[in-house]
């Protein structure tokens, strides 16, 4: 069956996304090293951020309330209104930031705007992902948004029940194997993996895909062929 709707993570696969993360973490660290080394504060950091996941979802609302408690645990309370400003400052900068497309993104989604139904399929903040994706510019792409918040296989398919289109004619284009692409395949679509050079330590898997419904690209240019192929 061909393709007939492509779906699109958002974060690090259309814009730039986890370098803001990990900038503001080694900030982060910074402001509170008289309390543990750096690489102990991220340890902390990551291990609060996990545990927050069920309560809080994705996004930088999220990491602001994991950094917050993080900051309070490891200095025992002993935090000055101060730095629990900056935190909050540290987030409300992230909030703002201009959003930067990656390379390739605007000419892919003209390419394939009208041959195919084009989706944003992406984790995170309602408010802040429907901010991200006014800003870029790329709102008139795309015929449906679904901010989720997970991206399991029971997810995958309340999305395709939503569009009215079965496994086979659907391929997920993302950068994070866990997220985008394992899921996809297995409930039986098709799953296009285009890294980014840097990726969250949770969303990070050993894993190598052998499957026809599996393909790595090194751009997202590549997806319109690939599309094209099934």
């Given at each position: 069956?061909?393709?007939?709707?492509?779906?699109?993570?958002?974060?690090?696969?259309?814009?730039?996304?986890?370098?803001?993360?990990?900038?503001?973490?080694?900030?982060?660290?910074?402001?509170?090293?008289?309390?543990?080394?750096?690489?102990?504060?991220?340890?902390?950091?990551?291990?609060?951020?996990?545990?927050?996941?069920?309560?809080?979802?994705?996004?930088?609302?999220?990491?602001?309330?994991?950094?917050?408690?993080?900051?309070?645990?490891?200095?025992?309370?002993?935090?000055?209104?101060?730095?629990?400003?900056?935190?909050?400052?540290?987030?409300?900068?992230?909030?703002?930031?201009?959003?930067?497309?990656?390379?390739?993104?605007?000419?892919?989604?003209?390419?394939?705007?009208?041959?195919y139904r084009l989706v944003v399929?992406?984790?995170?903040?309602?408010?802040?992902?429907?901010?991200?994706?006014?800003?870029?510019?790329?709102?008139?792409?795309?015929?449906?948004?679904?901010?989720?918040?997970?991206k399991g296989p029971s997810d995958?398919?309340?999305?395709?029940?939503?569009?009215?289109?079965?496994?086979?004619?659907?391929?997920?284009?993302?950068?994070?194997?866990?997220?985008?692409?394992?899921?996809?395949?297995?409930?039986?679509?098709?799953?296009?993996?285009?890294?980014?050079?840097?990726?969250?330590?949770?969303?990070?898997?050993?894993?190598?895909?052998?499957?026809?419904?599996?393909?790595?690209?090194?751009?997202?240019?590549?997806?319109?062929?690939?599309?094209?192929?099934?």
């Amino acid at each position: 069956m061909p393709i007939k709707t492509i779906a699109f993570d958002a974060d690090d696969t259309l814009w730039v996304n986890e370098p803001y993360f990990q900038e503001v973490e080694h900030r982060f660290c910074h402001l509170l090293e008289e309390f543990l080394e750096p690489h102990e504060i991220s340890r902390e950091l990551l291990k609060t951020e996990i545990g927050n996941i069920p309560l809080y979802g994705y996004g930088i609302k999220a990491f602001i309330l994991s950094m917050l408690e993080t900051a309070a645990r490891i200095s025992n309370g002993s935090l000055s209104p101060g730095i629990v400003n900056q935190v909050i400052g540290f987030g409300k900068e992230m909030l703002e930031k201009e959003i930067e497309l990656l390379a390739g993104v605007e000419q892919t989604l003209e390419q394939l705007h009208g041959s195919y139904r084009l989706v944003v399929a992406t984790k995170g903040d309602l408010l802040d992902q429907e901010r991200k994706l006014h800003k870029s510019g790329l709102e008139k792409y795309f015929h449906h948004v679904e901010i989720m918040s997970e991206k399991g296989p029971s997810d995958y398919q309340k999305l395709l029940k939503h569009l009215d289109v079965a496994p086979a004619e659907f391929l997920m284009v993302g950068n994070s194997l866990k997220s985008d692409i394992i899921p996809v395949l297995e409930i039986g679509g098709y799953g296009v993996h285009v890294p980014f050079h840097t990726t969250w330590s949770h969303e990070k898997v050993d894993i190598k895909l052998d499957s026809p419904l599996f393909f790595q690209a090194d751009s997202i240019l590549r997806v319109c062929d690939i599309a094209a192929s099934i």
